[in-house]
């Protein structure tokens, strides 16, 4: 996954999201008073990033942003890219700079390392799980909040795929709102009233009854809701080609190959962001040459 995928994704809104999050974790963390205590502003030092176990990497170009708080003396080189699969013990980035700086900056670059590289060994594993039977794996917004994007980013570099970044991406109909409009069809249809053109509409359905009337509907995608296997197999075979097919709820490595072979287009899973291991990284100081 080259650097340029990472600078793609993190334009506008989403770089601006990235950056105040990079900025909020440096001021929790306070002032270094520990490593001002010891070393002085000109003190120079180098060090290097190891990878403590075999994990797919994601995060590594958040490193230079978040030195350039610090000012434009660090510098980092980054030895692999972002979704390369690295074992235990591979220097994944050096950094060089002032002692203080790299320092204060350490703690958040492994934060934001370790989870973001865990969010992508997660979905590398569900990936492989898929491989081969032509559905495609979505992630949610069950993300941490203020980190949508840099877990979403994770996703990418894992090799699955975005659902939606925000709510205006598509307009996603889920219990509450067909409850308070009265039924699917109502629904979709004040939607489209409201907006012209009206964006992608996906309905989420609980029962067989309400697959048979978003059929009905002019939409693009049906989710299958916390459907045991019986009734989704029922359910997938009675929508028509021309609307999407999503299975979502109670999926585990374990079980998604069983579900993804009942045919869906797309396996949306939140394990993927609200409950991945981080992966362990350290950072070690290395005598300067």
């Given at each position: ?130 491989k081969g039977t032509g559905t495609t794996l979505l992630d949610t917004r069950k993300t941490l909040p203020c980190l949508r994007f840099p877990e979403k980013y994770a996703v990418l570099a894992g090799g699955g795929k975005n659902h939606r970044l925000t709510l205006s991406e598509m307009l ?118």
């Amino acid at each position: 996954m080259p650097t340029n995928i990472f600078d793609d994704f993190f334009q506008a809104e989403a770089r601006m999201f990235l950056l105040a999050a990079i900025r909020i974790a440096l001021a929790e963390d306070g002032s270094d008073l520990t490593s001002q205590g010891l070393f002085t502003d000109s003190d120079m030092a180098q060090a290097m990033i190891v990878a403590k176990q075999d994990t797919v990497v994601a995060g590594l170009p958040i490193i230079p942003l978040i030195l350039e708080f610090g000012g434009e003396e660090c510098q980092a080189h980054l030895n692999v890219d972002d979704g390369e699969t690295v074992s235990e013990g591979t220097m994944v980035a050096a950094l060089q700079g002032p002692a203080t700086q790299i320092l204060k900056a350490e703690r958040v670059i492994l934060n934001f390392l370790c989870h973001m590289s865990g969010v992508a060994n997660l979905t590398a594993q569900y990936v492989a799980a898929l491989k081969g039977t032509g559905t495609t794996l979505l992630d949610t917004r069950k993300t941490l909040p203020c980190l949508r994007f840099p877990e979403k980013y994770a996703v990418l570099a894992g090799g699955g795929k975005n659902h939606r970044l925000t709510l205006s991406e598509m307009l996603m109909l889920k219990d509450n709102h067909i409850d308070r409009a009265g039924s699917i069809t109502e629904a979709v249809h004040q939607l489209k009233t409201v907006y012209s053109p009206c964006p992608p509409i996906e309905v989420e359905c609980r029962t067989i009854e309400e697959v048979q009337e978003a059929c009905k509907c002019d939409i693009k995608r049906i989710m299958l809701d916390n459907m045991d296997t019986e009734t989704a197999r029922a359910a997938l075979s009675m929508i028509p080609k021309t609307i999407e097919t999503e299975f979502s709820g109670n999926v585990s490595l374990e079980n998604i190959r069983s579900i993804a072979e009942l045919g869906p287009d797309y396996i949306s899973v939140g394990k993927l962001t609200h409950s991945a291991p981080s992966s362990d990284f350290s950072m070690q100081f290395v005598p300067l040459r």
